[in-house]
C-alpha cells in the first residue's frame, strides 16, 4: 500500500468500525425478535449508505489511490484497468472516466455480492434452526458473525490481489471453478439438506479440544461450570468453575466457517469485474454490512423467491465465462452491470408471477 491509499483506507475501516460499534452497543443493544417492518427499514438504511459512498466514488474516486497527476493515474489505470483509453492532455477527463469505471465496478461487485449471499442466508437459517438458537440471540450471533466476516474478507481480498498480480493465471482457475459451481447449483436437485451439528467436522474439532457446556446461557458465549453427577452446573471460578464454551459460541464459528466457504465464490466472482482490491473490498464490506437486516428479511419471505437461486447460478456461469474469455474478449463493466441487473430482475419476476403451488396435507 502507498501512503496516501493507506491513509484513505485507515479512515473507511474506522468508519467502519464506528457504524458497527453505533450499530451493537447503542441501536440494537436490547435483544429483540426483528420484525418484517423493522428488517425492510434496515435494510434500506444499508442500501442507501451503500449509494451514498458510490456517489462519493463518482466525484472523488481518485482520492483513494491519491492520483494527483497524469502519471499516477496512468499507473493505476495500467494495474486496475488497463482497457481505458486515456489522452496525455486531458488529465481531469482522464481521472472523471477512471472515477466513473470505479464506481460502475463498486455498484456491480455490491450486487454480485448481494445476490450470491441470498444462498448463504439460507445456510444460516438452517445452522441456527439445527443448533436451537432463540430468534432473540440471532441478532448477537449476526453481529459478530458479520465482524468475523470482515476480517476474513480483508485477508481474503488483499491476498487474492497479490496472487493475481503475481500469477495471472489463477483468473482461470476462478472462472473453471466458478462455472463448476454454477452447474452444481443449476443442477441440483436437493434443497439445503438440514445440519447435523454434532457430526460437522468443526463441532467434533470444538468439542475434542474445548470444554463445550451443553445448554445456552443467554447471550453469553463463555461460563464457568462444573460438573454434578452426569450434568454441568454453572459455579464461578472460585467454586471450581471452569471456563467452557456455549453453544452460541459454537453457531459464530459455524456461521464463520459456512462464510469462509461462501467467500470462496463471492470474492473471484467480484474479481471478475475489477482487480482493484479496495473496490473489491469496499463492495464487500458495504455488502456485509446489510446481510443481518437482509437475513430477517428473507426469512420472512424465504419461499417467494424460488427462482432466485437459479439467477445466482445463472450469475455465476456468466462470471466464470467471463473470467475464462476475458483476455481474448472484454466485456465492459457498465455491460455487466446490465446483465446482473438483468439476471436479478428475472429472477425476481419469475419468481413474483410463478409462485410455488401449495403442498396438499
Known sequence: MQLNEMLFFGIFLLFIVGILLLDMLV????????????????????????LAFSIFLWFHGD????????????????????????????????????????????????????????????????????????????????????????????????????????????LLVFGAFLIYSGLKMMFEKKQHEAVEPSQHPVVKFLSKHFRVYPRFAGDRFFVFAKRRGDDYELADKKSGGLRFITPLFVTVVFIEFSDLIFAFDSIPAIFSVTLDPYVV??????????????????????????????????LLLFIGVKLLINKLVHIDALLSLGIILFVLTVSIGLSLYLPAKEQKA
Open 63 to 170: 482520492l483513494v489511490h491519491g492520483i494527483s497527476n497524469f502519471q499516477e493515474l496512468q499507473a493505476v489505470t495500467t494495474k486496475y484497468a488497463s482497457h481505458l483509453k486515456l489522452d496525455p492532455g486531458d488529465f481531469e477527463g482522464g481521472l472523471a472516466q477512471y472515477r466513473h469505471h470505479m464506481t460502475i465496478t463498486y455498484i456491480t461487485g455490491y450486487l454480485i455480492e448481494k445476490m450470491l449471499s441470498v444462498d448463504n442466508l439460507f445456510v444460516m437459517m438452517m445452522i441456527f434452526s439445527s443448533f436451537g438458537v432463540s430468534k432473540l440471540e440471532y441478532q448477537h450471533v449476526l453481529n459478530w458473525g458479520i465482524l468475523g466476516a470482515i476480517v476474513l474478507r480483508f485477508i481474503f481480498i488483499f491476498l487474492g490481489a497479490a496472487i493475481i498480480n503475481r500469477f495471472d493465471w489463477v
Open 27 to 50: 441501536i440494537d443493544k436490547k435483544a429483540h425478535e426483528v420484525s418484517m417492518k423493522e428488517a425492510g427499514i434496515w435494510t434500506a438504511v444499508w442500501i442507501t449508505l451503500a
Open 281 to 314: 473490498f469496499f463492495s464487500n464490506i458495504f455488502a456485509i454490512l446489510g446481510l443481518r437486516a437482509m437475513f430477517f428479511l428473507l426469512a420472512g419471505m424465504a419461499d417467494k423467491f424460488r427462482f432466485l437461486k437459479h439467477g445466482v447460478s445463472v
